[in-house]
């Protein structure tokens, strides 16, 4: 069975609703990062950092039009949360997947009014590097084709 963003969003949505107060969520968020899977230090270089990010998050992708799967990591508590609602999402998806999925766990869960500014270009630099991958690999795809 193939990953499915719009399931893994809704399952995200739905976890949150758990958590009455933004102290608990925040909570939650700093869990998951401590949740994601290693980083090997070799590959936290300048290269893979991800622009726009207050904090360091370094970032990779592998796959093609097929099957995209991203790894990432940060520095940062919240930020490593914000890293792990993301991968959770959109990690293992094909690329029209990604494009047909748009971030609405963002608004559902209310992290637009409680990410500071910073948090929330960091989050809009990974979600547009997400998006830009997949139109890539879309285009790589149908350029073999022709």
Known sequence: MSHDPNRAQAEIIQEFEFFDDWMDRYQHLIDLGKELPDFPESDKTDANLLPGCQSNVWFIARGDQDCLNFKACSDAAIVSGLIALVLKIYSGASA???????????????????????????????????????????????????
Do not use: C, V, Y
Request: charged letters at 20%.
């Open 96 to 146: 029209e997947q990604i494009l047909s999925t748009p971030p609405t766990f963002i608004e559902a869960i209310g992290l637009g009014q409680h990410l500071s500014a910073t948090r929330a270009n960091g989050l809009r630099s990974m979600l547009s590097k997400i998006k830009s991958l997949a139109e890539e690999a879309l285009r790589s795809s149908t350029s073999t084709k022709t």
